[in-house]
């Protein structure tokens, strides 16, 4: 991406960082609509692997977009001498959205039962995950923006050899947050069964209380 | 790797090096701090294994010892 890509006209070497603000941004925004399709699967079987799936998809979806927005912060301050414009609907409804899901976790850590941690956990993914296309729809839609309108859903407003490299990059980027998903899942997994072992070989009163957690267990 | 080095076009780095460095760096430190909290997660579920598996053989050899000695009277 430093040398294959040509330097952008405009912006010159700054505008290198599109390559990993955006597809972050991208795959963190697609992270919370899988994490609602997933709790679909909670909310039709009642499984709660589903929930487990949901709530990792979600985590890790916060974990990119933070990373979304800091490096796009950095963007901003190379770009436009500025962290944070409050003024741009791009900016503001990724932050809206980000702080929307920001709550999902103290929402959960405040339900003490399993079973209605783990259902309102579900609807509140769902209902959130839908706000996401509807956010993107909306901001499309606002005209007064400084935020570049590089990919639109109609066309890519890239050179052929920038939009390579886009393209690699969103792969990688997707690539790592289905791998991470996977190993946090399997680390999970591993736990609960771990749990789940005690209870069965050693009986219930010889296992320590997990006590209160916002993790599926 | 010094030819290698050599053989890259330089970059025009300018004023704006600095941030891409920072936007690059700030996304190596985010993937290291989680893979660093995973790692410590997975050593607490080594434990965990690890302290299963000793209780479950004391249970076990709890559990097996009175028939052995049983056996061992009748003999």
Redesign the interface.
Known sequence: M??YAP?DVSQ???Q??FY??VP?AIVSLGGFIFGGVLAIGYLRTGDRAWDMRSYVAIHMAL?FG??GL??GS??A??SWGHWWVWNEPTLVSFLIVLLLFATYQPMRFSIEDPERQSRYASVFAVVAGAFVPLNYLAVSLATAYVHPRVLTLNSANLPPSMGLVFVVSLVGITL?YVT?WK??MA?KN??SQ?RR??RT??GDD?VRPVGRSAAPS | MSLLIASTPELPLGTSGKYVAAAYIVFVVLILVYVAIMAMRAQRLERELAELRRDVEEAKAAGSSPPDREHEAVL
């Open positions: 430093f040398f330097l010159g070497f700054v290198k960082i990993i603000h972050l974990i933070v990373g800091i490096t950095i963007w301050k190379a790592l991470l190993f946090e680390a591993a736990r771990v072992l005690r070989l050693l010889t």
